[in-house]
């Protein structure tokens, strides 16, 4: 039985610019699977990082319905939409996002503080474990300044699979990386994705992330093309 974990409906976003209005998304309609290795391909300004920002709860549309695993964003809260995105969106940025202060595995715990449920011995269990599994278990007690820029890619993917996600956003993740670097990355993000059936969904322009995925969606100018 396949799982919807995000459904976007005649989503329309409009964005206001002096006194006019800029629309980036018109009339979106997509169903995203929980499992899927997804693609948001297009050029940039055509709207896939606006319709990225919906997805992860961090913005909301003019117009139209966002049902994020199952639960209509617009009915909630700003608690509720962080107890939502703290529950079930992880996110890796082209920039990492990283806290220069913290080492990576405090990175890596950084998010689960917002989870009362996880104390502090399970948030350093997983904060290792999750590195591990990105092949970063040397590396823990390492500030982002002694890394390099595939492992602090690594790093962030380990903060996002470490809240136990059932969906990861992914903003052009390669865009700061070398080709060879850049390629790695995106193979251990397809094994994770087979291993723990995480949703990724990818804003990209990179030929590569679009030829790995299980499905590309393309966007031009705010609206889907076939």
């Known amino acids: ?24 998304l ?23 990082s606006t319709l990225l920002n919906l997805m992860g709860c961090i913005d909301s549309p003019s117009e139209g319905r966002v049902l ?4 209509l964003v617009s009915d909630k ?11 079930t969106i992880g996110f890796i940025f082209q920039t990492f996002n990283l806290l220069p202060v913290l080492s990576a595995a405090e990175n890596v715990e950084y ?18 474990y999750y590195l591990k599994v990105v092949g970063l278990e040397q590396f823990v007690d ?5 890394l390099s ?31 060879k670097t850049g390629n790695g990355i995106l193979t251990l993000m397809k094994a994770l994705n ?9 804003s990209t322009h990179d030929p590569k992330v679009i030829e790995m995925a299980d499905r590309v969606v393309r966007i031009s100018d705010g609206q889907l093309v076939e």
């Open 1 to 24: 039985m396949t799982v919807d974990v995000v459904v976007l409906e005649n989503i329309v976003k409009e964005y206001s610019l002096g006194t006019h209005k800029v629309r980036a």
């Open 77 to 87: 809260s700003p608690d509720q939409l962080a107890d939502l995105r703290g529950r």
């Open 194 to 202: 087979k291993e723990y059936n995480t949703t990724f969904i990818f």
């Open 68 to 71: 994020v695993d199952g639960e």
């Open 111 to 128: 998010p689960l503080l917002n989870h009362k449920d996880v104390g502090k011995r399970e948030r350093r269990e997983r904060a290792r």
């Open 149 to 179: 820029g595939g492992q602090r890619q690594r790093v962030a993917i380990a903060r996002a699979l470490a809240v136990h996600p059932k969906i990861v956003l992914a903003d052009e993740p390669t865009a700061n990386l070398d080709h």
């Open 26 to 48: 018109n009339g979106i309609n997509l169903t995203v699977s929980l499992g899927e290795y997804l693609a948001l391909a297009g050029p940039s300004g055509s709207g896939k």
């Open 142 to 146: 390492r500030r982002p300044a002694e």
